[in-house]
């Protein structure tokens, strides 16, 4: 079954620290990729996309994730933190067929300390 | 532009009861996608609803239903409520096609008794 891994659950930086959450999926296929953020009290919300091309994608605020087809990973960067990237960071996936099925990860909770 | 509504934004139901869930598809959007997101996990998918038809559906009973009206707008019921079904429902439209980036409205809490 296709699955998305998320190995970070709880992290906690200073801001101005680098930021690297990590994202492995299961699935062997074409695979469309997303980061998604979930900021305290709001909802949902893309923060960058993978669908072909440029396996660096940049994204809002900053962010930016690497495709590593090879490694079946998506890893999300971002140089220097802000107090305001405090929030949950969800991992997704489109796997096979053609439905529109997200799959996502556990989700990181990210704490950026002023 | 309006983003995806939905509505109610909390609901406390008894076990035992049924559920309709309802969520306005974005402007220009013909693809609505439902997800249960229990505490502290990510987003479960439960169906998708494309042009009116359902077009996929995740590990869910069947008392779990959905609908797709005309205006792409989208209903989610569910029947017999269970105390696991206390969760945070999140639906999500998406632009021409259902592999399309979706974009997700800020959900529904439902608390089961």
């Known amino acids: 079954a296709q699955s998305v891994s998320q190995h970070n659950h709880h992290v906690i930086l200073s801001e101005a620290a680098s930021l690297e959450l990590g994202c492995n999926y299961s699935?062997?296929?074409?695979?469309?990729l997303f980061w998604y953020v979930q900021y305290p009290g709001q909802h949902l919300q893309l923060l960058l996309k993978y669908f072909s091309g440029d396996p660096l994608v940049k994204g809002i605020k900053g962010f930016e994730a690497e495709f590593i087809k090879s490694k079946f990973s998506f890893n999300l960067r971002k140089p220097s933190v802000q107090w305001s990237d405090t929030a949950e960071y969800f991992c997704a996936v489109h796997g096979s067929s053609n439905t529109g099925k997200l799959i996502f990860g556990q989700g990181t909770t990210l704490q950026v300390k002023p | 532009e309006t983003g995806v509504t939905q509505s109610p934004t909390h609901l406390i139901k008894t076990r035992g009861q049924q559920v309709t869930l309802r969520c306005s598809s974005q402007s220009g959007h013909n693809t609505v996608s439902w997800y249960q997101q229990a505490l502290g996990q990510g987003p479960q998918f439960i169906f998708q609803?494309?042009?009116?038809?359902?077009?996929g559906r995740g590990n869910f009973p069947p008392r779990f239903s959905g609908l797709q009206f005309p205006n792409y707008s989208s209903e989610l019921n569910v029947n017999a409520l269970e105390l696991d079904d206390s969760a945070l429902y999140l639906c999500a439209s998406s632009p021409e096609g259902p592999r399309e980036t979706q974009y997700f409205g800020p959900g529904t809490r439902l608390l089961v008794l």
């Open positions: 699935y062997g296929g074409t695979v469309n």
């Open positions: 609803y494309y042009r009116e038809e359902e077009n």
